[in-house]
Every structure is written in structure tokens, then in C-alpha cells.
């Protein structure tokens, strides 16, 4: 109290102005960005995928089942400089916190509470409707990464997965384990010819991912997708089923090593896939009773930000 009582008038009036600016000051800034960000907001408010602060605080911090080769501390900091590739989003879903945890800056878990599988190498006219039939009794959705040349081949494939709703991912032209390693032209042109074959069969649907054959990443290659509007997708769950080891093996790993914010890799195409098709009927059940599955979002057009239209990517399109 006797402090109160030895300040000035004039001291105690500039405290009440102070005071009082910062309670008007407060709410206007919170109108403005609420306007501002408007129904965006309002959905991830209301969306039922946000996880808990803690979960998707550090998911990566348990993102542990598959060693990756940590960047030098010179690229991490790089890296960090630069943009995500954006969207990692999508209509009423919260766009995911970054991570950047993977080979080269590309994402290795969902940063969220939920578990997404990914199918690589497809479609497959054997494979890909037996995983699609499965994911469809077990309401999951899912990523597919699809190569150009089979997207071009079987474009009834590529609509019939979009048309379950799971979300479209970039595998390159045809497979070429070394793609990172070429000119940045080359990787470009197969990027952007692999785009165009998927959406020659689903115009206007989003491919925001893009998976390197063999995660066999490079600086080069995660550049590229960024720059195209991609985010570099790797993984956190490998069963390796593309060595074929059978349906019991791969279920085994999978629903193990499933973990919040897991990213699953797959294959239902590239060989015999009948042992992931077969696992599934174990690993859609186990996991999914233990975690939400889901596709990773499938992106959004970026929206316009304080009146300026950033660019948009022939992925976001
Ligand atoms: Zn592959």
C-alpha cells in the first residue's frame, strides 16, 4: 500500500492509460486477425484432428524406427531459412507442424496424433483395388505415391483411389533410384511430366507430396519439390516389404513400431505385393484400434494473406 500511496498522480494516471491501451489494443488485435484469417480459423477451431499440445510438440522426438542421417548443422540452419513447400493442409484439417526431421528437410512423421499409411509404386491393376477394397471395409484413408508411367498407364486406378479419398504423392517418372543425383532440370521435367500424367487422369486434384525412389534424397531433389510446390515425404515405419519377407513379417513391424504421428511406408505395386495386401487385413484392425488413420492432408490452394496473393505451384493448383 505505501507504495501506492507514494506515486504521483501523474505517475498513477499514465499507469491507468497504459493500462487501459493495452486492454483496448488487445481485442482489436485479436478482431483484425480474426477477420483476417476468417473461416480458416473458424475450421481448425472446430477440427477433430488437432492432437494435443504435447503430441504434436515433439513427435519427431520419438520418431525413432528408422535411423536417418542427421544434417551438418550448416544445413540445418539453411534449411530453416527457407519456406516449407507449403500445403501441408487441407478443407477442414490443421495444417501440419513443421518437420523437417527427415533426410535433407523432408518430412518424416505427421506431426499430428494420427498414423498415415503410404503406398509406393503404384497403381498396380492386381494390387491396388485389393489395398483400395481393404481401406474401404476398414474406412481409412490414405497417401499414394504413384509413378508417372503406371499413373499414365492406369488412369482408372489413379481416379479410383482418388475417388475413395486418399491423397495423391508423387513417386517420380519411372522409379529412377538416382534422380536426386541429376541436374536440377532433369529432376524438374520428371517431376512436372509424373504431375501431369496423374492429373491428366484427376484434373484439379492436389499432389503436394513428392517421395524420392528408394528415399534415395538429395539436397537437389528436396529443392526441387519445394520449388514445385511439394512437400519431400520420408517416413518413420519400414517393413521393408518390397524384400517380400510375407504378410506376418511386415504386419509384425508395422504394428509395432505404429507410433503417434507414424509415417507407415508401403508398396502395392513394383513386384509381388500380395504380403502387404495380405498384412493389411492384420495391420488396418491393430493399428487402427490403437490410432486414427489417416491421409496425410491433400493441400489446399494457399490462400491470400493480408491482401497479397503469394504464388501458387503447379501443385497446389
Ligand atoms: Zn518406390
Known amino acids: 500500500m505505501g507504495q501506492v500511496n507514494d506515486e504521483t498522480p501523474v505517475k498513477r494516471r499514465d499507469a491507468v492509460l497504459a493500462w487501459l491501451r493495452g486492454r483496448a489494443v488487445v481485442p482489436a488485435v485479436l478482431a483484425v486477425a480474426a477477420i483476417l484469417t476468417g473461416a480458416y480459423s473458424l ?18 522426438a520419438s520418431a525413432t524406427a528408422t535411423p536417418v542421417t542427421r544434417p551438418a548443422a550448416q544445413e540445418r540452419a539453411r534449411r530453416n531459412s527457407e519456406p516449407m513447400a507449403q500445403p501441408i493442409t487441407g478443407p477442414n484439417r490443421p495444417p501440419l507442424p513443421e518437420d ?8 518424416m512423421t505427421t506431426g499430428m496424433s494420427y498414423v498415415a499409411l503410404t503406398f509406393d509404386d503404384g497403381p498396380d491393376p492386381n494390387y491396388t483395388p485389393q489395398a483400395l477394397a481393404l481401406l474401404r ?6 497417401t499414394f505415391c504413384l509413378v508417372g508411367e503406371n499413373a499414365r498407364r492406369y488412369p482408372h486406378l489413379v481416379r479410383a483411389i482418388v475417388a475413395d479419398g486418399h491423397t495423391l504423392c508423387n513417386h517420380s517418372w519411372n522409379h529412377d533410384f538416382a534422380l536426386g543425383a541429376r541436374g ?22 492436389k499432389i503436394s507430396y513428392f517421395r524420392h525412389p528408394g528415399g534415395n534424397w538429395t539436397p537437389g531433389a528436396v529443392a526441387v519439390a519445394r520449388e514445385m510446390g511439394m512437400t519431400s515425404l520420408h ?11 510375407g504378410a506376418g513379417s511386415i504386419a509384425a513391424t508395422v504394428n509395432a513400431g505404429a507410433h503417434p504421428g507414424a509415417i507407415v511406408l508401403l508398396h502395392d505395386a513394383g513386384g509381388n505385393r500380395q504380403g502387404t495386401v495380405n498384412a493389411l487385413r492384420s495391420i488396418l484392425p491393430n493399428v487402427g484400434r490403437r490410432f486414427l488413420l489417416e491421409a496425410l492432408p491433400a493441400g489446399i490452394d494457399q490462400p491470400p494473406r493480408f491482401g497479397l496473393e503469394l504464388p501458387l505451384h503447379p501443385g497446389q493448383i
Open 43 to 60: 475450421g481448425l477451431a472446430v477440427d477433430p484432428y488437432v492432437a494435443p499440445a504435447s503430441t504434436a510438440a515433439s513427435p519427431s
Open 137 to 142: 471395409r476398414y474406412e481409412v484413408r490414405a
Open 184 to 205: 536440377r532440370t532433369v529432376i524438374e521435367n520428371d517431376l512436372r511430366r509424373t504431375n501431369e500424367a496423374i492429373l491428366a487422369a484427376v484434373p484439379g486434384e
Open 235 to 245: 517416413w518413420t515405419v519400414d517393413p521393408q516389404d518390397w524384400t517380400v519377407p
Open 100 to 107: 523437417r526431421n527427415g533426410p535433407f528437410g523432408s518430412r
